[in-house]
């Protein structure tokens, strides 16, 4: 058995590693993925196309990609929303954290 070892040391060391550092990084983007991203209640008027032109500077996706995340992640069977609803949106939840109406202060960010 020490000869195996002494033998092949370094490589059940690297795989041993490897294996930690994968299920650390499926653990960790798992659990955080989840938790990025925003949620908005449905107001009346509101359609996943007004969403995905409010959200556009926040997001790279077109808004046909958007509206296709949004159906996709909320398992919605049509591209028709209900006010009331709850919607996850592939927008950081730090897009929601101040509106376009308000004066912010430095004091603010923290």
Not at 64 to 78: A, K, R, T
Request: proline share 2%.
């Amino acid at each position: 058995m020490t000869a195996l070892w002494r033998k092949y040391s370094f490589v059940i060391l690297f795989v041993v590693t490897a294996l930690c550092f994968s299920l650390f990084l499926v653990f960790t983007n798992t659990a955080d993925s989840q938790v990025e991203y925003a949620e908005v209640t449905v107001s009346e008027g509101d359609t996943l196309w007004s969403y995905a032109e409010k959200y556009a500077e926040h997001t790279a996706m077109t808004p046909e990609n958007f509206i296709e995340w949004v159906s996709e992640n909320n398992d919605l069977s049509s591209h028709i929303i209900v006010t009331g609803d709850t919607l996850r949106l592939p927008v950081k939840k730090d897009a929601f954290r101040y509106s376009d109406d308000t004066i912010h202060l430095a004091s603010d960010n923290e």
